[in-house]
């Protein structure tokens, strides 16, 4: 029991907060005194969405889908990318939002590439320098 506990709250927990961080910034007004580049919120969506894709891969590659990297990818990018077009939704209902496409995109691009940082990062090389330990033995 106390290693599930430990596993979810490492885990699954991280993703569950996340996402309820993100819908709470979206419930509100738009942020004032924010960066004022050129489409900074743009910015702002593909960084977000960046890290929730890696979270989400980060907790799946701790389930049985490891054994198919596919999958496991793909289900990643999905899952970070939904939350995002839900997320875009969600600010159409709610006063002094909008919903954005080009927010949407944003989201779902950081999904991406936060997915295939993390896998490159975390996920490849370290598979890689087990599988070269084996032939060298």
Same mark, same amino acid.
């Given at each position: 029991m106390k290693q599930s506990l430990q596993y979810?709250?490492?885990?699954? *927990? @991280?993703?569950? +907060?996340?996402g309820f961080l993100i819908f709470m910034l979206s419930s509100? @007004?738009?942020p004032e005194g924010g960066p004022e580049f050129?489409?900074? /919120?743009?910015?702002a969506h593909?960084?977000? *969405? =960046?890290?929730?894709? =890696?979270?989400c891969l980060r907790t799946l590659d701790t389930t049985a889908?490891?054994?198919n990297l596919a999958v496991l990818l +793909?289900? %990643?990018?999905a899952l970070s990318s939904s939350y995002g077009i839900s997320d875009e939704i969600h600010q159409y209902?709610? @006063? %002094?939002?909008? =919903? /954005? *496409?080009? /927010?949407?995109? =944003?989201?779902i691009c950081g999904s991406i590439v936060g997915v295939l940082a993390y896998w490159r990062i975390f996920i490849f090389r370290p598979r890689i320098g087990r599988q070269e330990l084996k032939t060298e033995d």
């Open positions: 979810f709250f490492y885990y699954w *927990f @991280p993703i569950g +907060l996340y509100g @007004p738009v050129f489409q900074a /919120d743009k910015f593909f960084v977000i *969405f =960046a890290v929730l894709g =890696a979270l889908l490891r054994t +793909l289900l %990643s990018m209902f709610v @006063p %002094s939002r909008n =919903a /954005d *496409f080009l /927010d949407v995109l =944003a989201d």
